[in-house]
């Protein structure tokens, strides 16, 4: 069996097979200021206490802190419902964007079952635990009866090898990946990578890819646990190795693709206008005119992500006709950038630092685009109107690439600068 088929027969008892539906316990459900009061609604009429308040996490992240009296009421019903059912685990100060904060609070281990009324929940896949994104209403049933039902997953194995230039990033390798199948290419399909590159491949970088599983439709993202995954989880858990319930792939087990990536030689990639999978190399939208660019999110708002920018920003300014927006994804990001003298430097390279959470991730907070505006970005979606106006653009790319963009005004490879 692969990963995430040993992760649900445990749960379910039995030895599962792809296309049967199980139902199992979770061990953590997630929700977020913006998901949480829908969820909220249904569970009132089903429910009247929580299955368990240490399994449940809620974080502000989306409009945080609340930038219309919407937000600010699903804030309350939040607030309210955490102190009604005693929800211990809650992020509700600006802690930062859930898929960086339950890792960071050591809620993420591997072989466990998450599941998160957000659709990049996915990206607890980077530290082997199964986790996939629902809808609020569904996820109010996991609230009543902490269980939920799944169909186990067909598994593509995505092998990614190769050796790339400094200008490549894990963001590139899954642009890449989704480029090739297509934004429904694995639609309720787990995407298992492995190969030398991500075992090589540091926590960050993993969940990046893991994150965007969503965005070629897969049900789950997940990685074998490397040594990097064991020590932050250890660290974050207080647990020791052999604690943790590390889940690997048998090796002759069947898939229903077998793919291979090579990343020599590759470009960095871009995700151009209005589909995630619109990928092209970088090479082909140099010179693109740009108003905006973005460095967050929890796809691309980690210390690794930082550190690029900061490589590319330290003693220059960016361009007079574009804004750059930086937003740390957690408190914790933020303060090692503090110490690190990065948000120095992006502040003097003339860059608005925003609190962390989502903010123009979705259009809704801080960045909103007006007609005819153009972005890149660092986030994970690109679809129409998506920061802002339906005539507004936005491209995604690397850390590196947005910061040397900023600089020049234009898409710009960051070798030419
Ligand atoms: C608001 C939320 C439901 C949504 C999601 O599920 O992904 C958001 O986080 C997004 O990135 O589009
Ligand atoms: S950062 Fe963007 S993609 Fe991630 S959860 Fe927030 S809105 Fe969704």
Known sequence: MNITEKILSKKAGHEVVPGEIIEIDVDLAMSHDGTSPPAIKTFEKIADKVWDSEKIAIVFDHNIPANTIGSAEFQKVCRDFIKEQGISKNYIHGEGICHQVLPEMGLVEPGKVIVGADSHTCTYGAFGAFSTGMGATDLAMVYATGKNWFMVP?????????????YIAPKDIILNIIGDMGIAGATYQTAEFCGEVIENMGVEGRATMCNMAIEMGAKNGIMEPNSDVIN???????????????????????????????????????????????????????????????IGSCTNGRLSDLKDAYEILKGKEINNDVRLLILPASKEIYKQAMDLGYIETFL??????????????????????????????????????????????????????????????????????
Not at 154 to 166: F, L, P, Q, T, Y
Not at 384 to 400: E, H, I, T
């Open 348 to 417: 003097d390279a003339g860059a608005i630092i925003c609190n962390p959470g989502c903010g123009p991730c979705l259009g809704g907070h801080m960045g909103v685009l007006s007609e005819g505006e153009v972005c890149i970005s660092t986030t994970n979606r690109n679809f129409k109107g998506r920061m802002g106006d339906p005539k507004s653009q936005v491209y995604l790319s690397n850390a590196k690439v947005v910061a040397a963009s900023a600089i020049e005004g234009v898409i710009t490879h960051p070798k030419d600068l």
């Open 154 to 166: 067909e598994a593509n194995k995505m092998e990614v090898i190769g050796d790339a230039d400094e």
């Open 232 to 294: 932050y989880v250890c660290k974050r858990t207080g647990k020791t190795e052999s604690q943790l319930d590390i889940v690997k792939s048998d090796k002759d087990t069947p898939y229903k693709r077998e793919l291979t990536y090579d990343i020599t030689d590759m470009e960095p990639q871009i995700a151009c206008p209005n589909d995630v999978d619109n990928v092209k190399d970088i090479s082909k939208v140099e010179g693109t005119a740009i108003d905006q660019c973005l």
